[in-house]
Structures are given as structure tokens and as C-alpha cells.
């Protein structure tokens, strides 16, 4: 074991799966579901073809197709992991795109109808922080009071000129007022924000900031992935330039257990990994060995 674990050793850090155990006394799974939103960095709004490592998917690669009803997409999704569930819940989670981003009175009878599946104890929304409206924060607040409800989003760094690279099209004081709007407005709202470790330029410290900037601004959770660099992206045009350095396993796993550090037990460790989908993943590859990243992460949790 080395320094840095020993420094961190009586760390009590809380997992997705020991939050979700506590509150609902089983095990939960997400079932990943397509509300058929796309995302105003899309639609012309804000700009077109999304964040520069945004699939054609939006980042929903492995959602359910929105052809299909919630209670058709739910069926389906509960088929997908019947294997690995025994005696658990599910947690809806509209996944990919922009699922605030559209009419609320559409998006709240999705909500509700996921909501109303057998065996789903709660909702989970994912979104932009710029995609808060009052009208849909009045639908979300409803939707608290008769579920358990998260709001994930998509937040990647908190270095502003790493904002800008990636086209997010918003800034931090943006995601702030989005977080501080959630708890004023639906307390019982779990806020988790997604972070990018290995963006282009950025270093070890520009990481831990953001981990520290997402704990400070009230995060209940937090979600850290690697830069994933998939095919049909812009990204995917400038890592084929030379411009783009995927980030190495050992350099990831360096910072993400000097990030555990900063996080301890102030937010639930949501997820530590990302999965892209391998027959577009061009870099790292080295994420594609799944058995061998959650192996490491489990060591790595036990610090």
C-alpha cells in the first residue's frame, strides 16, 4: 500500500450501492430509458452536433429505443439485467440527451408513468444545468413527493476554457445556480454531477479542482469517468489529427484515488467508471477491459 492510501486508510466512503441499500434495504438497478429529447447544443439553440465527445446517441448508448412506451422500454431493460437481479428494485433513469430539455406536460408523463412500473422505486433524470426551468422544476418537485428522484448532470469539468473546448456552452456560475435552484426549489432532490477526467490540456490539479468545485457547490453524488473517445465524433477527427491523448490507465487511477481522498464521505460515489460502447470506442482501450477496471477500483475502494 502506498503513501497515499495510508494517508487516506479511515476514509468511510459511501457507494451507489451501500446509499441505495440504506434507503430502499436492496439491491437497485438503473434501467436506462429514451425520452426522445435531443439537447439545445443540438437543435441550433446553443450550437449543433453537442458536447465534441457527445455520440450519436447522446451519450445513451446502451438506452432502450424511444419508438418504444415507457412500460415497453421498462420490460425491456428489466430483461437486459434479469440475470443479475435476484430480489432488487430499479431506479428509471432517463439517460441520454437532454430529459428536461422540451414540453413539461410530455416529459412529466413520462416521469410519471416510469414512475408508476412495478418494482421502480425512483426516477433519475438526466440533464443539462442550463435546462432548469421553472416549469419543469414545478414538475420534478411533484414527482419528489411521490418518488425518490435524482438529477444528474452533466457537468465534466470546472475549468472554463475546458467548458469551452468541449462546446458544454454554459459556465460554471451556470451549473451553481442549477444546483442551488434544485435544493431550493425540491430538497428532496439527490443531485449527482458527472465529471471527465482526461480532458485535452488538462492536469492533475485541474481534476482535483473540479472534484473539490462540485463538493463545494452542494453535490449529493458524484459520477467520474474517463475521457472516452468514440467514433463519429469531433473528438474522434481530432484524436485521428494527433491533437488528443487518451488518458493511461495508471495516470486514471492516480488521480481518481487522489480524488477519493478530497470526496471521502461528503458525497456517494456513484460511479468511478464509464463503459463505451466497444464497436465505437477508439481510445482508451484499455477501458474496454472491463474485469480488469473493476478489479482495480474495488482495490482501490478498499483504501
Not at 437486459?80 to 431506479?91: C, D, E, F, L, T
Request: glycine residues 8%; positive net charge; aromatic residues 8%.
Amino acid at each position: 500500500m502506498n503513501s497515499l492510501a495510508v494517508q487516506c486508510s479511515n476514509l468511510q466512503l459511501i457507494t451507489a450501492s451501500d446509499f441505495f441499500k440504506k434507503k430502499f434495504g436492496c439491491k437497485v438497478y438503473k434501467l436506462s430509458l429514451d425520452a426522445g429529447c435531443t439537447c439545445p447544443n443540438r437543435d441550433g439553440t446553443l450550437g449543433y452536433g453537442g458536447c465534441i465527445f457527445c455520440s450519436q446517441s447522446g451519450s445513451g448508448d446502451f438506452a432502450e429505443s424511444s419508438s418504444l412506451s415507457i412500460k415497453d422500454q421498462v420490460s425491456k431493460a428489466k430483461n437486459r439485467v434479469a440475470s443479475k437481479i435476484k430480489n432488487g428494485k430499479y431506479i428509471a433513469y432517463f439517460q441520454n440527451f437532454t430529459n428536461t430539455y422540451g414540453n413539461p406536460h410530455r416529459l412529466a408523463k413520462l416521469y410519471f408513468e416510469a414512475a408508476s412500473e412495478p418494482d421502480i422505486v425512483g426516477v433519475a433524470i438526466g440533464t443539462r444545468p442550463d435546462c432548469l426551468s421553472k416549469e419543469i422544476l414545478s414538475v420534478i418537485k411533484e414527482l419528489s413527493s411521490k418518488t425518490f428522484v435524482m438529477i444528474e448532470l452533466g457537468f465534466q469539468t470546472s475549468k472554463e476554457s475546458s467548458g469551452k473546448y468541449i462546446r458544454r456552452c454554459y459556465t460554471n456560475e451556470t451549473y451553481l445556480k442549477a444546483v442551488n435552484d434544485i435544493k431550493s426549489f425540491c430538497p428532496e432532490v439527490h443531485i449527482v454531477t458527472h465529471l471527465i477526467f482526461g480532458l485535452p490540456g488538462e492536469t492533475e490539479k485541474d481534476m482535483l479542482s473540479s472534484v473539490d468545485f462540485v463538493l463545494k457547490g452542494g453535490s449529493d453524488g458524484i459520477k467520474i469517468s474517463v475521457l472516452h473517445i468514440l467514433e463519429g465524433t469531433d473528438l474522434a477527427l481530432e484524436y485521428k489529427k494527433g491533437l488528443v491523448t487518451p488518458m493511461e490507465e495508471d495516470d486514471y487511477f492516480k488521480v481518481l484515488q487522489k480524488a477519493l481522498c478530497v470526496i471521502g464521505e461528503k458525497m456517494v460515489l456513484h460511479r468511478l467508471t464509464g463503459d463505451g460502447p466497444k464497436k465505437i470506442l477508439l481510445a482508451p482501450l484499455w477501458t474496454a477491459n472491463k474485469k480488469e477496471v473493476l478489479t482495480r477500483l474495488n482495490k482501490l475502494l478498499s483504501i
